[in-house]
Protein backbone atom coordinates (compact mmCIF):
# COMPACT_ATOMS: atom_id res chain seq x y z
CA UNK A 1 0.00 0.00 0.00
CA UNK A 2 1.29 3.87 -0.47
CA UNK A 3 -0.19 7.00 0.98
CA UNK A 4 0.10 10.75 -0.48
CA UNK A 5 1.55 13.92 1.19
CA UNK A 6 3.50 16.43 0.75
CA UNK A 7 7.08 16.66 1.08
CA UNK A 8 8.06 18.63 3.95
CA UNK A 9 11.60 18.32 5.13
CA UNK A 10 14.64 19.39 3.56
CA UNK A 11 15.29 15.50 3.05
CA UNK A 12 12.34 14.36 1.69
CA UNK A 13 12.73 17.26 -1.01
CA UNK A 14 16.11 15.98 -1.92
CA UNK A 15 14.57 12.06 -2.68
CA UNK A 16 11.43 14.19 -4.23
CA UNK A 17 13.30 15.82 -6.33
CA UNK A 18 16.24 12.93 -6.69
CA UNK A 19 12.94 10.38 -7.95
CA UNK A 20 11.90 12.92 -10.68
CA UNK A 21 15.60 13.13 -12.04
CA UNK A 22 16.15 9.28 -11.60
CA UNK A 23 12.67 8.83 -14.22
CA UNK A 24 11.79 12.24 -16.03
CA UNK A 25 15.66 13.42 -16.85
CA UNK A 26 18.47 10.46 -16.07
CA UNK A 27 17.15 8.36 -18.71
CA UNK A 28 17.82 10.79 -21.22
CA UNK A 29 21.72 11.92 -19.92
CA UNK A 30 19.80 15.03 -18.46
CA UNK A 31 22.30 16.60 -15.56
CA UNK A 32 20.92 16.70 -11.97
CA UNK A 33 19.24 20.38 -11.88
CA UNK A 34 17.06 19.73 -14.63
CA UNK A 35 14.48 18.09 -12.83
CA UNK A 36 13.86 21.53 -11.31
CA UNK A 37 12.57 24.98 -12.59
CA UNK A 38 12.03 28.43 -11.16
CA UNK A 39 7.87 27.47 -10.06
CA UNK A 40 9.22 24.92 -7.49
CA UNK A 41 9.42 26.95 -4.88
CA UNK A 42 5.89 28.43 -4.64
CA UNK A 43 3.99 25.62 -5.89
CA UNK A 44 2.10 22.41 -4.17
CA UNK A 45 4.48 19.01 -4.56
CA UNK A 46 2.62 15.81 -3.87
CA UNK A 47 4.24 12.52 -3.40
CA UNK A 48 3.44 9.00 -2.68
CA UNK A 49 4.92 6.81 -0.07
CA UNK A 50 5.24 3.14 0.62
CA UNK A 51 4.04 1.74 3.69
CA UNK A 52 7.96 1.45 4.40
CA UNK A 53 8.67 5.53 3.48
CA UNK A 54 10.12 5.29 0.84
CA UNK A 55 8.77 8.14 -2.05
CA UNK A 56 7.82 6.24 -5.18
CA UNK A 57 6.27 8.71 -7.15
CA UNK A 58 5.80 12.39 -7.56
CA UNK A 59 3.93 15.46 -9.52
CA UNK A 60 3.76 18.89 -8.88
CA UNK A 61 0.94 21.46 -9.64
CA UNK A 62 1.86 25.69 -10.39
CA UNK A 63 -0.73 28.29 -10.73
CA UNK A 64 -0.55 30.17 -13.94
CA UNK A 65 -3.51 32.77 -13.18
CA UNK A 66 -6.04 32.66 -10.12
CA UNK A 67 -8.15 30.09 -12.47
CA UNK A 68 -5.61 27.97 -14.32
CA UNK A 69 -2.90 25.34 -12.80
CA UNK A 70 -0.36 23.37 -14.65
CA UNK A 71 0.42 19.95 -13.56
CA UNK A 72 4.21 18.72 -14.20
CA UNK A 73 6.68 16.59 -13.41
CA UNK A 74 4.69 13.29 -12.95
CA UNK A 75 6.54 9.95 -12.02
CA UNK A 76 5.35 6.97 -10.20
CA UNK A 77 9.01 4.25 -9.43
CA UNK A 78 8.78 1.36 -12.84
CA UNK A 79 8.14 -0.89 -9.84
CA UNK A 80 5.19 0.81 -8.63
CA UNK A 81 3.56 1.53 -11.71
CA UNK A 82 0.03 0.35 -12.13
CA UNK A 83 -1.31 0.12 -8.57
CA UNK A 84 -2.98 3.47 -8.79
CA UNK A 85 -0.50 5.83 -7.77
CA UNK A 86 -0.49 8.05 -10.23
CA UNK A 87 -4.31 8.09 -10.29
CA UNK A 88 -3.95 9.05 -6.57
CA UNK A 89 -1.27 11.09 -7.00
CA UNK A 90 -3.57 13.45 -9.77
CA UNK A 91 -6.80 13.24 -7.54
CA UNK A 92 -4.76 14.94 -5.07
CA UNK A 93 -3.68 17.40 -6.79
CA UNK A 94 -6.68 18.12 -8.84
CA UNK A 95 -7.92 18.35 -5.01
CA UNK A 96 -5.82 20.48 -4.22
CA UNK A 97 -6.27 23.00 -7.00
CA UNK A 98 -10.29 22.94 -6.50
CA UNK A 99 -9.92 24.44 -2.97
CA UNK A 100 -7.49 27.16 -4.58
CA UNK A 101 -10.66 27.98 -7.18
CA UNK A 102 -9.13 26.58 -10.03
CA UNK A 103 -11.03 26.11 -13.22
CA UNK A 104 -8.83 24.41 -15.73
CA UNK A 105 -5.62 22.39 -15.55
CA UNK A 106 -3.40 22.09 -18.04
CA UNK A 107 -0.35 19.87 -18.69
CA UNK A 108 2.05 18.16 -21.60
CA UNK A 109 1.87 14.46 -21.59
CA UNK A 110 4.46 11.91 -22.79
CA UNK A 111 2.48 10.53 -26.10
CA UNK A 112 3.20 7.48 -24.69
CA UNK A 113 1.03 8.13 -21.27
CA UNK A 114 -1.90 10.46 -23.00
CA UNK A 115 -4.18 7.55 -22.48
CA UNK A 116 -3.92 7.67 -18.28
CA UNK A 117 -4.87 11.06 -18.56
CA UNK A 118 -7.81 11.04 -21.18
CA UNK A 119 -8.96 8.02 -19.17
CA UNK A 120 -8.94 10.67 -16.19
CA UNK A 121 -10.91 13.46 -18.18
CA UNK A 122 -8.59 15.18 -19.77
CA UNK A 123 -8.59 16.05 -23.13
CA UNK A 124 -6.18 16.78 -25.55
CA UNK A 125 -5.94 20.20 -27.23
CA UNK A 126 -3.07 19.98 -29.47
CA UNK A 127 0.31 18.87 -30.05
CA UNK A 128 3.16 19.87 -27.66
CA UNK A 129 6.62 20.11 -27.58
CA UNK A 130 9.49 17.79 -28.76
CA UNK A 131 11.62 17.08 -25.25
CA UNK A 132 15.21 16.24 -25.93
CA UNK A 133 14.90 15.85 -30.15
CA UNK A 134 13.11 12.56 -29.12
CA UNK A 135 10.01 12.52 -26.86
CA UNK A 136 6.90 13.65 -28.10
CA UNK A 137 4.07 15.62 -26.17
CA UNK A 138 0.83 16.40 -26.35
CA UNK A 139 -0.77 19.04 -24.32
CA UNK A 140 -4.37 18.11 -22.39
CA UNK A 141 -6.41 20.12 -20.28
CA UNK A 142 -9.52 19.30 -17.59
CA UNK A 143 -11.93 21.55 -16.41
CA UNK A 144 -12.52 21.04 -12.68
CA UNK A 145 -15.90 23.43 -12.88
CA UNK A 146 -18.28 21.24 -14.63
Known amino acids: MFSITSPQSKTEFEHYYDLRWRILR ?5 PRGSERDRHD ?4 HAMALSDE ?10 LINK ?3 QIR ?10 RGIGDALLRELEEKARAL ?4 IKLNARENRV ?4 KRGYQITGPGHLLYGEIEHL ?7 N
Not at 53 to 62: M, N, P, S, T
Not at 101 to 104: E, K, T, V
Open 26 to 30: APWQQ
Open 115 to 118: GFYT
Open 101 to 104: GIQL
Open 53 to 62: GQIIGVARLH
Open 67 to 69: TAA
Open 41 to 44: ENAI
Open 139 to 145: KLEKRLD
Open 73 to 82: YMAVEDRWQG
